[in-house]
């Protein structure tokens, strides 16, 4: 396959939807507190916004997407075992457990045979090309060995990444005053994040995996 027509790495699409995830729940979060809204307050005010873009993307897909269904469920645990604690750290630490499940997640896919970067990239090749598009990129699993190992070694990578992410959170959270909190947690994030998606896009398209 030529390299004119490899598909195009969609860095837009993707980073998008991501900042308007951390940028607009600082501003709100910075927002309130300068306003003299609390901690606990200005933090759920600024989660609003990842719930109601998760919720609606649930909505507008034609069947259900179980990684929105897992990000809402356990963000709503994350705060209501914050409250019932009475815990502003716990509340801000909560995208760390959050992350490190995800983690857990993309690891354990890899251990039981089926990554799930596999049915992730499924979806963008029927996006992109229809059913038949996806069922061609995700039969490549079953034929080329070299294909397995790199979807494998992708989604390892993010696991052990998100888990390593979701560490440094936690102690943040409870290392910094409250209110350096969401600053620095969000910059790290961006970091990791632009890290691990720029690793994947240069290795797969390097080795020939791009949806």
């Not at 600082?26 to 507190?33: A, D, E, N």
């Not at 596999?118 to 060995?145: F, H, M, Q, S, T």
């Not at 350096?180 to 690793?199: K, S």
């Amino acid at each position: 396959m030529t390299n004119d027509l490899k598909p195009k790495a969609r860095w837009g699409a993707v980073l998008a939807p991501a900042l308007i995830d951390l940028v607009l729940p600082l501003l709100i979060f910075y927002g309130l507190r300068q306003s003299g809204v609390g901690v606990v307050g200005a933090t759920l005010a600024g989660s609003v916004i990842p719930v109601l873009r998760t919720a609606y993307s649930l909505l507008r897909g034609r069947k259900v997407d179980w990684m929105a269904v897992f990000m809402i469920v356990a963000l709503a645990v994350g705060t209501i075992a914050s409250l019932a604690m009475h815990s502003p750290r716990m509340l801000l630490a909560k995208d760390g457990v959050i992350t490190a499940l995800c983690g857990g997640w993309l690891l354990a896919t890899v251990a039981l045979g089926k990554p799930l970067l596999l049915a992730i990239g499924r979806g963008i090749a029927e996006a992109k090309r229809g059913k038949g598009g996806g069922e061609v990129w995700a039969g490549r699993w079953d034929k080329e060995p070299p294909f397995r190992h790199g979807i494998r070694l992708i989604t390892i990578v993010w696991g052990v990444g998100l888990v390593f992410d979701a560490v440094v959170r936690v102690v943040i959270a409870y290392a910094l005053p409250l209110d350096a909190v969401p600053g620095v947690t969000t910059v790290q994030w961006i970091v990791v994040f632009v890290l691990l998606y720029g690793f994947m896009m240069i290795y797969s398209r390097k080795n020939d995996l791009l949806a």
